[in-house]
Protein backbone atom coordinates (compact mmCIF):
# COMPACT_ATOMS: atom_id res chain seq x y z
CA UNK A 1 0.00 0.00 0.00
CA UNK A 2 3.00 2.30 -0.11
CA UNK A 3 4.03 4.53 -3.05
CA UNK A 4 7.25 3.09 -3.69
CA UNK A 5 10.13 3.59 -6.18
CA UNK A 6 11.41 0.81 -8.29
CA UNK A 7 14.81 -0.20 -8.91
CA UNK A 8 16.28 -0.90 -11.45
CA UNK A 9 19.90 -2.01 -12.59
CA UNK A 10 22.49 0.91 -12.81
CA UNK A 11 19.70 3.90 -11.15
CA UNK A 12 21.51 6.25 -9.03
CA UNK A 13 18.62 7.73 -7.14
CA UNK A 14 19.19 11.00 -4.72
CA UNK A 15 16.77 12.13 -2.30
CA UNK A 16 16.29 13.86 0.85
CA UNK A 17 12.99 13.12 2.13
CA UNK A 18 11.72 9.51 3.51
CA UNK A 19 11.36 7.56 0.67
CA UNK A 20 10.65 3.26 0.34
CA UNK A 21 11.85 1.34 -2.97
CA UNK A 22 11.69 -2.29 -4.11
CA UNK A 23 13.70 -3.88 -6.95
CA UNK A 24 10.93 -6.50 -8.38
CA UNK A 25 12.73 -9.27 -9.76
CA UNK A 26 13.23 -10.67 -13.01
CA UNK A 27 11.07 -14.31 -13.47
CA UNK A 28 13.10 -14.87 -16.88
CA UNK A 29 16.21 -17.55 -16.11
CA UNK A 30 19.38 -16.92 -17.48
CA UNK A 31 22.23 -18.93 -16.67
CA UNK A 32 24.57 -16.48 -17.14
CA UNK A 33 23.39 -15.07 -13.88
CA UNK A 34 23.72 -17.95 -11.79
CA UNK A 35 26.20 -16.46 -9.54
CA UNK A 36 25.64 -12.80 -10.25
CA UNK A 37 23.98 -10.26 -7.75
CA UNK A 38 22.79 -6.80 -7.68
CA UNK A 39 24.22 -4.36 -5.32
CA UNK A 40 21.96 -1.30 -3.37
CA UNK A 41 24.32 1.11 -1.72
CA UNK A 42 23.13 3.40 -0.08
CA UNK A 43 25.27 7.00 1.17
CA UNK A 44 24.17 10.07 2.75
CA UNK A 45 26.50 12.34 5.50
CA UNK A 46 24.17 12.70 7.89
CA UNK A 47 22.88 9.28 9.72
CA UNK A 48 19.70 7.95 8.01
CA UNK A 49 17.42 4.59 9.12
CA UNK A 50 17.61 1.65 6.96
CA UNK A 51 14.22 -0.45 7.55
CA UNK A 52 13.55 -3.82 5.25
CA UNK A 53 9.86 -3.81 4.30
CA UNK A 54 8.73 -7.72 4.59
CA UNK A 55 5.18 -8.13 2.45
CA UNK A 56 5.21 -11.94 4.31
CA UNK A 57 4.84 -9.52 7.96
CA UNK A 58 2.90 -12.95 9.47
CA UNK A 59 5.50 -15.68 7.68
CA UNK A 60 2.39 -17.93 6.58
CA UNK A 61 3.18 -17.95 2.76
CA UNK A 62 6.68 -18.84 3.29
CA UNK A 63 7.31 -22.22 1.10
CA UNK A 64 10.41 -23.90 2.27
CA UNK A 65 12.32 -23.51 5.86
CA UNK A 66 14.73 -21.11 4.39
CA UNK A 67 11.87 -18.59 3.79
CA UNK A 68 10.81 -18.49 7.32
CA UNK A 69 13.99 -18.71 8.99
CA UNK A 70 14.30 -15.72 6.98
CA UNK A 71 10.81 -14.09 8.12
CA UNK A 72 10.95 -14.97 11.57
CA UNK A 73 14.53 -13.17 11.88
CA UNK A 74 13.57 -9.96 9.96
CA UNK A 75 10.48 -9.78 12.36
CA UNK A 76 12.86 -9.64 15.05
CA UNK A 77 15.34 -7.53 13.59
CA UNK A 78 15.75 -3.87 14.60
CA UNK A 79 15.85 -0.91 12.04
CA UNK A 80 19.19 -0.40 10.95
CA UNK A 81 21.08 3.13 11.52
CA UNK A 82 24.45 4.60 10.00
CA UNK A 83 25.47 6.75 7.15
CA UNK A 84 26.18 3.63 4.42
CA UNK A 85 24.41 0.65 4.23
CA UNK A 86 24.56 -1.87 1.17
CA UNK A 87 22.29 -4.81 0.40
CA UNK A 88 22.90 -7.81 -2.38
CA UNK A 89 20.07 -8.94 -3.70
CA UNK A 90 20.29 -12.41 -5.88
CA UNK A 91 18.81 -12.05 -9.51
CA UNK A 92 15.91 -14.72 -8.58
CA UNK A 93 15.48 -13.89 -4.97
CA UNK A 94 12.60 -12.18 -3.93
CA UNK A 95 11.57 -8.80 -4.16
CA UNK A 96 13.27 -6.76 -2.08
CA UNK A 97 11.43 -3.51 -0.59
CA UNK A 98 13.27 -0.88 1.78
CA UNK A 99 12.07 2.15 3.24
CA UNK A 100 14.80 5.28 4.27
CA UNK A 101 14.29 7.46 6.76
CA UNK A 102 16.55 10.22 7.29
CA UNK A 103 17.10 11.93 10.31
CA UNK A 104 17.88 15.57 9.13
CA UNK A 105 17.50 17.32 5.83
CA UNK A 106 19.94 16.09 3.98
CA UNK A 107 20.49 14.28 0.23
CA UNK A 108 21.04 10.43 0.32
CA UNK A 109 22.00 8.50 -3.13
CA UNK A 110 20.42 5.31 -3.55
CA UNK A 111 22.46 3.18 -6.34
CA UNK A 112 22.23 -0.05 -8.17
CA UNK A 113 24.69 -1.74 -9.66
CA UNK A 114 25.64 -5.20 -11.30
CA UNK A 115 28.21 -7.99 -10.32
CA UNK A 116 28.31 -10.74 -12.89
CA UNK A 117 30.30 -12.96 -10.57
CA UNK A 118 30.01 -12.81 -6.88
CA UNK A 119 32.81 -14.46 -5.45
CA UNK A 120 30.91 -15.37 -2.29
CA UNK A 121 28.46 -17.46 -3.97
CA UNK A 122 31.13 -19.01 -6.24
CA UNK A 123 33.28 -19.89 -3.23
CA UNK A 124 30.06 -21.51 -1.18
CA UNK A 125 29.12 -23.59 -3.79
CA UNK A 126 32.76 -24.77 -4.77
CA UNK A 127 33.02 -25.49 -0.73
CA UNK A 128 29.75 -27.28 -0.83
CA UNK A 129 30.96 -29.79 -3.96
CA UNK A 130 34.19 -30.69 -2.41
CA UNK A 131 32.38 -30.87 1.14
CA UNK A 132 30.07 -33.49 -0.28
CA UNK A 133 32.64 -35.48 -2.54
CA UNK A 134 34.92 -35.70 0.76
CA UNK A 135 32.57 -35.98 3.50
CA UNK A 136 33.40 -39.50 4.24
CA UNK A 137 37.42 -39.38 3.92
CA UNK A 138 36.81 -36.02 5.85
CA UNK A 139 34.47 -37.00 8.75
CA UNK A 140 37.68 -39.81 9.92
CA UNK A 141 40.20 -37.22 9.79
CA UNK A 142 41.31 -35.99 12.82
CA UNK A 143 42.44 -32.52 11.74
CA UNK A 144 39.48 -31.89 10.41
CA UNK A 145 37.57 -32.90 13.33
CA UNK A 146 39.42 -30.65 15.35
CA UNK A 147 38.97 -27.77 12.92
CA UNK A 148 34.79 -28.51 12.92
CA UNK A 149 35.29 -28.29 16.75
CA UNK A 150 36.69 -24.87 16.60
CA UNK A 151 34.00 -23.78 13.47
CA UNK A 152 30.81 -25.08 15.58
CA UNK A 153 32.50 -23.39 18.95
CA UNK A 154 32.88 -20.12 17.45
CA UNK A 155 29.03 -19.83 15.17
CA UNK A 156 27.24 -21.75 17.33
CA UNK A 157 28.75 -21.45 21.02
CA UNK A 158 25.43 -22.27 22.08
CA UNK A 159 25.21 -26.14 20.26
CA UNK A 160 28.83 -26.75 21.27
CA UNK A 161 28.27 -26.12 24.84
CA UNK A 162 25.35 -28.30 24.31
CA UNK A 163 26.70 -31.37 22.91
CA UNK A 164 29.35 -30.90 25.83
CA UNK A 165 27.27 -31.53 28.40
CA UNK A 166 25.24 -33.98 26.25
CA UNK A 167 25.83 -36.81 29.25
CA UNK A 168 24.51 -34.55 31.84
CA UNK A 169 21.08 -34.46 30.26
CA UNK A 170 19.44 -37.88 31.33
CA UNK A 171 16.85 -38.08 29.13
CA UNK A 172 16.90 -37.58 24.88
CA UNK A 173 13.74 -35.66 24.67
CA UNK A 174 14.94 -32.84 26.73
CA UNK A 175 18.20 -33.18 24.73
CA UNK A 176 16.85 -32.44 21.52
CA UNK A 177 14.19 -29.41 22.51
CA UNK A 178 17.19 -28.26 23.91
CA UNK A 179 19.15 -28.10 20.45
CA UNK A 180 16.49 -27.23 18.76
CA UNK A 181 16.15 -24.50 20.37
CA UNK A 182 19.91 -23.64 20.13
CA UNK A 183 20.20 -24.06 16.80
CA UNK A 184 17.55 -21.61 16.22
CA UNK A 185 19.26 -19.08 18.34
CA UNK A 186 22.75 -20.23 16.33
CA UNK A 187 21.42 -19.02 13.27
CA UNK A 188 19.52 -15.81 14.06
CA UNK A 189 23.12 -14.63 15.60
CA UNK A 190 24.78 -16.22 12.36
CA UNK A 191 22.36 -13.75 10.47
CA UNK A 192 22.66 -10.53 12.75
CA UNK A 193 26.68 -11.60 12.68
CA UNK A 194 26.34 -10.90 8.93
CA UNK A 195 24.63 -8.37 8.20
CA UNK A 196 26.71 -6.45 10.67
CA UNK A 197 30.46 -7.99 9.70
CA UNK A 198 31.22 -4.85 8.34
CA UNK A 199 30.52 -2.68 11.29
CA UNK A 200 31.64 -4.97 14.02
CA UNK A 201 34.85 -5.11 12.40
CA UNK A 202 35.24 -1.41 12.31
CA UNK A 203 34.18 -0.80 15.41
CA UNK A 204 34.71 -3.51 17.60
CA UNK A 205 37.89 -5.05 15.81
CA UNK A 206 39.15 -6.22 19.24
CA UNK A 207 36.52 -7.41 21.45
CA UNK A 208 35.74 -9.60 17.63
CA UNK A 209 39.20 -11.19 17.61
CA UNK A 210 39.16 -11.79 21.16
CA UNK A 211 35.78 -13.32 21.40
CA UNK A 212 37.49 -16.01 17.88
CA UNK A 213 40.64 -16.35 20.06
CA UNK A 214 39.01 -17.40 22.93
CA UNK A 215 36.56 -19.89 21.86
CA UNK A 216 38.60 -21.40 19.50
CA UNK A 217 41.32 -21.92 22.08
CA UNK A 218 38.61 -23.85 24.23
CA UNK A 219 36.63 -25.52 21.57
CA UNK A 220 39.59 -27.14 20.49
CA UNK A 221 40.84 -28.44 24.04
CA UNK A 222 37.91 -29.69 24.53
CA UNK A 223 37.78 -31.53 21.43
CA UNK A 224 40.93 -32.66 22.14
CA UNK A 225 40.01 -34.02 25.73
CA UNK A 226 37.30 -35.99 24.22
CA UNK A 227 39.34 -37.26 21.46
CA UNK A 228 38.87 -37.63 17.46
CA UNK A 229 35.33 -40.25 16.56
CA UNK A 230 36.36 -43.89 17.17
CA UNK A 231 32.61 -45.61 17.12
CA UNK A 232 31.59 -46.21 13.44
CA UNK A 233 27.83 -45.03 14.12
CA UNK A 234 28.86 -41.69 15.32
CA UNK A 235 31.52 -41.09 12.06
CA UNK A 236 28.37 -42.38 9.90
CA UNK A 237 26.45 -39.16 11.59
CA UNK A 238 29.26 -37.01 11.63
CA UNK A 239 29.26 -37.92 7.76
CA UNK A 240 25.54 -37.41 7.25
CA UNK A 241 25.85 -34.19 8.98
CA UNK A 242 28.78 -32.95 6.42
CA UNK A 243 26.37 -34.12 3.25
CA UNK A 244 24.12 -31.92 5.17
CA UNK A 245 26.08 -29.12 5.63
CA UNK A 246 27.49 -29.26 2.10
CA UNK A 247 24.07 -28.95 0.48
CA UNK A 248 23.17 -26.19 2.26
CA UNK A 249 26.34 -24.63 0.88
CA UNK A 250 25.43 -25.63 -2.46
CA UNK A 251 21.82 -24.19 -2.22
CA UNK A 252 23.21 -20.64 -0.68
CA UNK A 253 25.65 -20.34 -3.32
CA UNK A 254 23.93 -19.88 -6.47
CA UNK A 255 21.23 -17.69 -7.40
CA UNK A 256 18.56 -20.51 -8.89
CA UNK A 257 17.06 -23.11 -7.19
CA UNK A 258 16.55 -25.18 -10.18
CA UNK A 259 19.72 -25.08 -10.80
CA UNK A 260 20.82 -26.03 -7.28
CA UNK A 261 18.23 -28.62 -6.89
CA UNK A 262 20.07 -30.30 -9.63
CA UNK A 263 23.17 -30.00 -8.93
CA UNK A 264 22.64 -31.79 -5.55
CA UNK A 265 20.69 -34.53 -7.73
CA UNK A 266 23.68 -35.33 -9.81
CA UNK A 267 25.61 -35.33 -6.40
CA UNK A 268 23.55 -37.77 -4.64
CA UNK A 269 23.45 -40.33 -8.24
CA UNK A 270 27.06 -39.64 -8.46
CA UNK A 271 27.71 -40.81 -5.16
CA UNK A 272 25.49 -44.12 -5.56
CA UNK A 273 26.86 -44.50 -8.79
CA UNK A 274 30.61 -44.63 -8.21
CA UNK A 275 30.97 -48.48 -6.94
CA UNK A 276 29.17 -49.44 -10.14
CA UNK A 277 31.50 -47.41 -12.04
CA UNK A 278 34.34 -48.15 -9.95
CA UNK A 279 33.82 -52.03 -10.37
CA UNK A 280 33.82 -51.64 -14.03
CA UNK A 281 36.35 -49.62 -14.60
CA UNK A 282 38.69 -52.92 -12.38
CA UNK A 283 37.04 -55.49 -14.55
CA UNK A 284 37.84 -53.12 -17.91
CA UNK A 285 41.77 -53.21 -16.61
CA UNK A 286 41.77 -56.72 -15.74
CA UNK A 287 40.47 -57.59 -19.35
CA UNK A 288 42.74 -54.93 -20.96
CA UNK A 289 45.66 -56.87 -19.25
CA UNK A 290 44.76 -60.22 -20.23
CA UNK A 291 44.21 -59.34 -23.68
CA UNK A 292 47.18 -57.36 -24.29
CA UNK A 293 50.49 -58.94 -25.62
CA UNK A 294 53.17 -59.08 -23.88
CA UNK A 295 56.42 -57.80 -25.28
CA UNK A 296 59.13 -60.72 -25.63
CA UNK A 297 62.37 -60.28 -24.01
CA UNK A 298 65.25 -62.16 -24.67
CA UNK A 299 67.74 -61.98 -22.25
CA UNK A 300 71.53 -63.67 -23.66
CA UNK A 301 73.22 -66.02 -21.21
CA UNK A 302 77.19 -66.38 -20.62
CA UNK A 303 78.47 -69.77 -20.79
CA UNK A 304 79.05 -70.02 -17.19
CA UNK A 305 75.06 -69.30 -16.94
CA UNK A 306 74.27 -71.54 -20.39
CA UNK A 307 76.29 -74.47 -18.80
CA UNK A 308 74.35 -74.20 -14.84
CA UNK A 309 71.42 -73.92 -16.91
CA UNK A 310 72.42 -77.37 -18.79
CA UNK A 311 72.82 -78.91 -15.49
CA UNK A 312 69.96 -77.92 -14.00
CA UNK A 313 67.40 -78.45 -16.43
CA UNK A 314 69.23 -82.07 -17.21
CA UNK A 315 68.30 -83.29 -13.82
CA UNK A 316 65.43 -81.84 -13.59
CA UNK A 317 63.73 -83.62 -16.85
CA UNK A 318 65.10 -87.08 -15.69
CA UNK A 319 64.03 -87.17 -12.05
CA UNK A 320 60.57 -86.16 -13.88
CA UNK A 321 61.19 -89.00 -16.25
CA UNK A 322 61.86 -91.35 -13.14
CA UNK A 323 58.45 -90.02 -11.70
CA UNK A 324 56.65 -90.81 -14.46
CA UNK A 325 58.15 -94.60 -14.54
CA UNK A 326 57.17 -94.98 -10.94
CA UNK A 327 53.59 -94.10 -11.98
CA UNK A 328 51.42 -97.38 -11.79
CA UNK A 329 49.35 -96.38 -14.56
CA UNK A 330 53.01 -96.19 -16.78
CA UNK A 331 53.04 -99.64 -19.45
CA UNK A 332 55.89 -101.07 -17.83
CA UNK A 333 55.75 -104.44 -19.41
CA UNK A 334 55.16 -102.59 -22.82
CA UNK A 335 58.34 -100.68 -21.94
CA UNK A 336 60.85 -103.75 -20.84
CA UNK A 337 59.57 -105.54 -23.87
CA UNK A 338 60.68 -103.14 -26.33
CA UNK A 339 64.25 -102.06 -24.42
CA UNK A 340 67.65 -103.57 -25.38
CA UNK A 341 69.45 -103.33 -21.61
CA UNK A 342 65.67 -104.06 -19.12
CA UNK A 343 68.26 -104.28 -16.41
CA UNK A 344 69.66 -100.22 -16.65
CA UNK A 345 66.27 -99.29 -17.40
CA UNK A 346 65.36 -100.70 -13.92
CA UNK A 347 68.45 -99.11 -12.35
CA UNK A 348 67.78 -95.47 -13.58
CA UNK A 349 64.17 -95.86 -12.30
CA UNK A 350 65.72 -96.72 -9.07
CA UNK A 351 67.83 -93.96 -9.21
CA UNK A 352 71.43 -95.04 -10.85
CA UNK A 353 72.80 -92.72 -13.21
CA UNK A 354 71.44 -92.71 -17.10
CA UNK A 355 75.48 -92.79 -18.20
CA UNK A 356 77.22 -95.13 -17.75
CA UNK A 357 81.40 -95.02 -15.77
CA UNK A 358 82.48 -96.73 -20.19
CA UNK A 359 80.72 -94.28 -21.90
CA UNK A 360 81.61 -91.59 -19.68
CA UNK A 361 85.63 -92.31 -19.85
CA UNK A 362 84.46 -93.18 -24.16
CA UNK A 363 83.23 -89.53 -24.09
CA UNK A 364 86.40 -87.97 -22.03
CA UNK A 365 88.46 -89.60 -24.73
CA UNK A 366 86.60 -88.44 -27.72
CA UNK A 367 86.30 -84.77 -26.82
CA UNK A 368 88.48 -84.19 -23.13
CA UNK A 369 91.54 -82.43 -23.13
CA UNK A 370 94.23 -85.00 -25.74
CA UNK A 371 91.40 -86.35 -27.85
CA UNK A 372 91.41 -86.77 -31.02
CA UNK A 373 88.92 -84.41 -31.95
CA UNK A 374 90.85 -81.42 -30.02
CA UNK A 375 93.99 -82.43 -32.00
CA UNK A 376 91.79 -81.77 -35.73
CA UNK A 377 90.46 -78.95 -34.78
CA UNK A 378 93.46 -77.39 -33.87
CA UNK A 379 95.68 -78.45 -37.08
CA UNK A 380 93.03 -77.60 -39.70
CA UNK A 381 92.73 -73.94 -37.56
CA UNK A 382 96.57 -73.77 -37.75
CA UNK A 383 96.13 -75.02 -41.55
CA UNK A 384 93.75 -72.10 -42.44
CA UNK A 385 95.89 -69.54 -40.65
CA UNK A 386 98.83 -71.03 -43.24
CA UNK A 387 96.88 -70.50 -46.16
CA UNK A 388 96.14 -66.59 -45.35
CA UNK A 389 99.78 -66.27 -44.46
CA UNK A 390 101.12 -67.58 -47.66
CA UNK A 391 98.48 -65.26 -50.00
CA UNK A 392 99.19 -62.42 -47.88
CA UNK A 393 102.74 -62.78 -48.43
CA UNK A 394 102.42 -62.82 -51.97
CA UNK A 395 101.43 -59.23 -52.68
CA UNK A 396 103.59 -57.67 -49.66
CA UNK A 397 106.83 -58.57 -48.94
CA UNK A 398 107.51 -56.76 -45.81
CA UNK A 399 104.60 -58.53 -44.50
CA UNK A 400 105.82 -61.78 -45.62
CA UNK A 401 108.80 -61.38 -42.78
CA UNK A 402 106.39 -60.84 -40.43
CA UNK A 403 104.39 -64.20 -41.24
CA UNK A 404 107.16 -66.50 -41.17
CA UNK A 405 108.08 -65.05 -37.68
CA UNK A 406 104.23 -65.48 -36.64
CA UNK A 407 104.78 -68.81 -37.88
CA UNK A 408 108.08 -69.48 -35.55
CA UNK A 409 106.77 -68.04 -32.49
CA UNK A 410 103.36 -69.96 -33.26
CA UNK A 411 104.06 -73.56 -34.21
CA UNK A 412 106.18 -74.10 -31.00
CA UNK A 413 103.37 -73.20 -28.97
CA UNK A 414 101.08 -75.76 -30.36
CA UNK A 415 103.90 -78.30 -30.53
CA UNK A 416 103.88 -77.87 -27.03
CA UNK A 417 100.06 -77.90 -26.17
CA UNK A 418 99.84 -80.66 -27.64
Not at 4 to 30: A, G, P, W
Not at 83 to 88: K, V
Not at 96 to 106: A, D, L, R, S, V
Not at 336 to 363: D, N, Q, W, Y
Request: glycine share 4%.
Amino acid sequence: GRNCSFLQEMDVIQKQDENCYCYVQNRTVHLQYIWSTLQVTVNSREIFRFEPISEKSNCRNSETVFEFAACAIQIFRKPETSTETSISINQYGEDICFKIQPFKTEPYTVSVKREMLDGKLLLLFVAGIFLFHFANSLSRSTKFFYLSGIILGVLALLVFVLLTLKRFIPRHSTFWILMSGCWMSSLYFIYCFKENMQWLWSEHRNYLLGYFLAVGITSFATCYQHGPLTAELSITLFMWTLQLTAFVLIYCGVTIPQVAYAVIAVSLCSKGLCYPLGAACHIGRKIKNHFKSKKLVFKWLTEEEYREQGERETIRALEELRSFCRNPDFPSWLAVSKLRSPHRFSGFVLGSPHISPAETKAHDEEYGIGSLFLEEQLFETRAESEQDDSANSIHDGDEEDEDEMHKKIAFPYATELL
